[in-house]
């Protein structure tokens, strides 16, 4: 509220400066005019037929400089019809002068006011703007009046006829009181408006030096006057307008080019404003900053193209300023669709040329008459159109177009990545959430394993134990009485309590094998690895063997290398494998055949695991394995299922837990097997599985390092 108030009060003290600047100007005028009337006679009959001449010349001259008044910089306007009043004066006297410099400056002034001339005011407020037509009297006449009384005190003549060095001198005197009076005029209009006495110094400055130079044209054109007559000061009036048109020129070119300057760098900028925003509202804004800086933008829109709705959707309207709410238009009619359409620039001057072009512009409540509307094109497809428009005709140069194209393109570019990222950014999302479902389902289900797996270790240590201690019981005895009563049994009886004794040893041997593989599975078996002798090892397996396989005829061969090592392994185990593997080959073997075991050393560069290891082969000429079997025996659970082999009593678990305890150790283990001729089974260990695992561990570091660092 506050500062509408006080610019109500500027402008209420602009306009009533002006009308009494105006008002005292035309008394003045008039109370000279009357007082001086003998004298303005005696001039004008002095002068003779060449007063019209005069007058009429004077008066173009001053009309010319007054409208072809340019801006000299930001602050500086140059306005010469002062220079034609020093001029004059000499010649038609006060009165007549200040009537012809009054009348040229509020003529050029209400022209531009109207909208006409090259100096058109500005539109913001009329009554303002009006007042200061009528001032114009105050600006001009009075410092003319003035600089008159001045003129006669330095004992100037009217007409001055006479072109001696101090008529020279008067006049020059003359011009300088006609600045004066002329700043002390504007000075009061000026105050109003804020200017500090740097300001007044500054102009003056500029206005004395830029009056300064015209001030010579101005004697030498009222003192030729006396030598060579009206044609004289035609000459000299003819060259000072081409003159003060030259200047002007030159002023407007160098305005252009620095206004060129201007947008050159702000256009630089555009394109890095704009494409480093990612939301749309944002970036329409900021491409509308960006034209800001570069084109007349009261009237500024932004319309994007549907593709759904084949519509245009004015994104973005702004009108002096202020947003205007969204708004759709089919594409088709009006100057938007046009330009969408013709996917190029359309720049009118005003209504008539709309019209001229057939285009029926859409009534959008402005009635504007210059309009510039440029498509955004990305990737040969046309995003939208950005267009401007301005009251005035002719508001839009070709360079404004060529400046919003530049503008358009560079908008397309970040429009069409915006809508991309918008598009990617909501693809990301997606798969993130599908990610995230997944990750969801499978921590369930995880949960639920591992639930499913605590049941099942807690249930196979249970039934262990609970299954365990009787069946301890039932070997005991069952081997007690193997051994005390065979005397007091009968034969079949004694049977009995011998199938007892082995049922009870399959089961705990069962149950163990359970265990174990739970174990394994669970990595809760670990390798206690030591260095041994396997020889002696072999040594006890053999015993525990050759008395199984004794019942049956059967030999077991057993070779081991001489330069086999001491290992560095889990014995236990070891020894597990051997007796899997060896009980296997016996009981799988016809009666009195051969099972062989055999243990040699292998190094680094020969063996499969790359390190020293030993090679355990267990050999039997028995039933053999059919070929397509042979990939399933290491599974738990699994036996073949043939005459000859169901015939065997087994678990299924020999050979998986073999595997297992093989994996352990670092090693593999394969088998080789015809049907019907035997099988050999090879188990590869590690000589040191400490040591391998260690390498294993730094090979496996290495390989991380070498995918880390590209050298
Ligand atoms: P089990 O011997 O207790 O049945 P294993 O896991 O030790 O269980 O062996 C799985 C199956 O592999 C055996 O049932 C048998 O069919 C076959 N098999 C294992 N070793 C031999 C072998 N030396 N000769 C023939 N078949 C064998």
């Given at each position: 509220?506050?500062?509408?108030?006080?610019?109500?009060?500027?402008?209420?003290?602009?306009?009533?400066?002006?009308?009494?600047?105006?008002?005292?100007?035309?008394?003045?005028?008039?109370?000279?005019?009357?007082?001086?009337?003998?004298?303005?006679?005696?001039?004008?009959?002095?002068?003779?037929?060449?007063?019209?001449?005069?007058?009429?010349?004077?008066?173009?001259?001053?009309?010319?400089?007054?409208?072809?008044?340019?801006?000299?910089?930001?602050?500086?306007?140059?306005?010469?019809?002062?220079?034609?009043?020093?001029?004059?004066?000499?010649?038609?006297?006060?009165?007549?002068?200040?009537?012809?410099?009054?009348?040229?400056?509020?003529?050029?002034?209400?022209?531009?006011?109207?909208?006409?001339?090259?100096?058109?005011?500005?539109?913001?407020?009329?009554?303002?703007?009006?007042?200061?037509?009528?001032?114009?009297?105050?600006?001009?006449?009075?410092?003319?009046?003035?600089?008159?009384?001045?003129?006669?005190?330095?004992?100037?003549?009217?007409?001055?006829?006479?072109?001696?060095?101090?008529?020279?001198?008067?006049?020059?005197?003359?011009?300088?009181?006609?600045?004066?009076?002329?700043?002390?005029?504007?000075?009061?209009?000026?105050?109003?408006?804020?200017?500090?006495?740097?300001?007044?110094?500054?102009?003056?400055?500029?206005?004395?030096?830029?009056?300064?130079?015209?001030?010579?044209?101005?004697?030498?054109?009222?003192?030729?006057?006396?030598?060579?007559?009206?044609?004289?000061?035609?000459?000299?009036?003819?060259?000072?307008?081409?003159?003060?048109?030259?200047?002007?020129?030159?002023?407007?070119?160098?305005?252009?080019?620095?206004?060129?300057?201007?947008?050159?760098?702000?256009?630089?900028?555009?394109?890095?404003?704009?494409?480093?925003?990612?939301?749309?509202?944002?970036?329409?804004?900021?491409?509308?900053?960006?034209?800001?800086?570069?084109?007349?933008?009261?009237?500024?829109?932004?319309?994007?193209?549907?593709?759904?709705?084949?519509?245009?959707?004015?994104?973005?309207?702004?009108?002096?300023?202020?947003?205007?709410?969204?708004?759709?238009?089919?594409?088709?009619?009006?100057?938007?669709?046009?330009?969408?359409?013709?996917?190029?620039?359309?720049?009118?001057?005003?209504?008539?040329?709309?019209?001229?072009?057939?285009?029926?512009?859409?009534?959008?409540?402005?009635?504007?008459?210059?309009?510039?509307?440029?498509?955004?094109?990305?990737?040969?497809?046309?995003?939208?159109?950005?267009?401007?428009?301005?009251?005035?005709?002719?508001?839009?140069?070709?360079?404004?177009?060529?400046?919003?194209?530049?503008?358009?393109?560079?908008?397309?570019?970040?429009?069409?990545?915006?809508?991309?990222?918008?598009?990617?950014?909501?693809?990301?999302?997606?798969?993130?959430?599908?990610?995230?479902?997944?990750?969801?389902?499978?921590?369930?289900?995880?949960?639920?394993?591992?639930?499913?797996?605590?049941?099942?270790?807690?249930?196979?240590?249970?039934?262990?134990?609970?299954?365990?201690?009787?069946?301890?019981?039932?070997?005991?005895?069952?081997?007690?009485?193997?051994?005390?009563?065979?005397?007091?049994?009968?034969?079949?009886?004694?049977?009995?309590?011998?199938?007892?004794?082995?049922?009870?040893?399959?089961?705990?041997?069962?149950?163990?094998?359970?265990?174990?593989?739970?174990?394994?599975?669970?990595?809760?078996?670990?390798v206690?690895?030591?260095?041994?002798?396997?020889?002696?090892?072999?040594?006890?397996?053999?015993?525990?063997?050759?008395?199984?396989?004794?019942?049956?005829?059967?030999?077991?061969?057993?070779?081991?290398?001489?330069?086999?090592p001491?290992v560095n392994l889990?014995?236990?185990?070891v020894?597990?494998?051997?007796?899997?593997?060896?009980?296997?080959?016996?009981?799988?073997?016809?009666?009195?055949?051969?099972?062989?075991?055999?243990i040699e050393r292998l190094d680094g560069a020969a063996s499969p695991l790359a390190v020293e290891s030993i090679a355990i082969?267990?050999?039997?000429?028995?039933?053999?394995?059919?070929?397509?079997?042979?990939?399933?025996?290491?599974?738990?659970?699994?036996?073949?299922?043939?005459?000859?082999?169901?015939?065997?009593?087994?678990?299924?678990?020999?050979?998986?837990?073999?595997r297992?305890?093989v994996d352990l150790h670092g090693g593999r283990i394969d088998?080789?097997?015809?049907?019907?001729?035997?099988?050999?089974?090879t188990v590869l260990l590690p000589v040191d599985c400490e040591q391998s695992r260690d390498d294993e561990a730094g090979s496996r570091?290495?390989?991380?390092?070498?995918?880390?660092?590209?050298?």
């Amino acid at each position: 509220m506050a500062g509408g108030n006080s610019e109500e009060a500027l402008r209420r003290k602009l306009i009533a400066t002006f009308l009494f600047q105006g008002i005292a100007a035309y008394l003045l005028l008039v109370a000279v005019a009357v007082f001086r009337r003998d004298d303005t006679g005696r001039v004008l009959a002095e002068l003779g037929a060449d007063a019209p001449y005069l007058i009429a010349i004077y008066f173009a001259l001053a009309f010319a400089l007054s409208l072809f008044k340019f801006k000299l910089s930001e602050k500086t306007f140059v306005n010469l019809a002062l220079t034609s009043s020093t001029a004059m004066l000499p010649l038609l006297g006060p009165v007549v002068s200040c009537c012809i410099a009054v009348a040229a400056t509020t003529i050029t002034r209400a022209l531009g006011v109207l909208q006409l001339g090259p100096n058109k005011s500005s539109l913001d407020d009329p009554g303002v703007n009006w007042a200061r037509v009528f001032g114009q009297a105050g600006t001009y006449g009075i410092p003319v009046l003035f600089a008159g009384s001045v003129y006669e005190a330095v004992g100037g003549v009217t007409p001055a006829l006479d072109s001696s060095w101090v008529s020279a001198l008067r006049i020059a005197i003359t011009g300088v009181a006609l600045l004066f009076a002329n700043h002390v005029v504007m000075d009061q209009v000026e105050l109003i408006y804020g200017s500090t006495l740097r300001d007044f110094v500054r102009d003056t400055i500029v206005d004395a030096t830029i009056f300064g130079l015209t001030l010579p044209y101005a004697v030498l054109m009222s003192l030729h006057f006396g030598s060579m007559g009206p044609g004289a000061i035609f000459g000299w009036a003819f060259m000072f307008v081409v003159f003060n048109l030259v200047a002007r020129n030159l002023a407007v070119t160098r305005g252009a080019r620095d206004r060129l300057v201007h947008r050159l760098a702000s256009l630089s900028n555009v394109g890095r404003t704009i494409s480093i925003q990612f939301k749309t509202d944002e970036l329409l804004r900021a491409i509308y900053e960006a034209c800001r800086n570069s084109v007349d933008v009261s009237f500024f829109s932004i319309a994007i193209h549907d593709e759904a709705t084949n519509e245009l959707v004015a994104e973005l309207d702004i009108r002096d300023g202020a947003v205007l709410p969204k708004f759709r238009f089919p594409v088709g009619s009006g100057l938007n669709s046009w330009v969408f359409l013709n996917r190029r620039p359309l720049r009118l001057a005003d209504t008539e040329e709309t019209e001229r072009m057939g285009i029926v512009a859409v009534d959008d409540g402005k009635a504007t008459e210059g309009w510039l509307g440029v498509p955004m094109i990305a990737r040969d497809r046309v995003l939208g159109v950005i267009s401007v428009q301005s009251f005035k005709k002719n508001a839009f140069s070709q360079d404004d177009e060529i400046l919003l194209t530049t503008i358009a393109n560079q908008a397309a570019v970040a429009l069409d990545n915006a809508v991309l990222f918008r598009d990617l950014s909501h693809l990301t999302g997606q798969l993130e959430n599908r990610v995230l479902d997944r990750t969801n389902e499978l921590q369930e289900t995880n949960l639920r394993l591992v639930a499913a797996d605590r049941s099942k270790s807690q249930f196979l240590a249970q039934m262990s134990h609970e299954l365990r201690t009787p069946l301890n019981s039932i070997i005991g005895f069952s081997g007690v009485l193997l051994g005390s009563s065979r005397a007091m049994l009968t034969a079949r009886l004694f049977k009995f309590v011998e199938n007892i004794h082995e049922a009870g040893q399959h089961l705990l041997t069962l149950i163990n094998d359970i265990l174990d593989l739970s174990k394994i599975e669970a990595g809760r078996l670990e390798v206690a690895a030591q260095r041994f002798d396997l020889r002696k090892t072999v040594a006890v397996v053999e015993r525990v063997i050759r008395g199984v396989g004794g019942e049956a005829g059967i030999r077991l061969e057993s070779r081991v290398a001489t330069d086999v090592p001491d290992v560095n392994l889990d014995e236990g185990k070891v020894k597990q494998i051997l007796l899997n593997l060896l009980s296997n080959a016996v009981k799988f073997s016809h009666p009195n055949s051969t099972v062989g075991l055999e243990i040699e050393r292998l190094d680094g560069a020969a063996s499969p695991l790359a390190v020293e290891s030993i090679a355990i082969r267990v050999s039997d000429s028995g039933i053999g394995i059919p070929r397509g079997e042979l990939h399933r025996i290491f599974d738990q659970f699994y036996q073949v299922d043939t005459r000859d082999a169901r015939a065997r009593r087994g678990t299924g678990l020999g050979l998986s837990l073999a595997r297992g305890l093989v994996d352990l150790h670092g090693g593999r283990i394969d088998v080789e097997s015809t049907e019907g001729a035997g099988s050999t089974f090879t188990v590869l260990l590690p000589v040191d599985c400490e040591q391998s695992r260690d390498d294993e561990a730094g090979s496996r570091d290495e390989l991380l390092e070498g995918a880390g660092s590209p050298t």
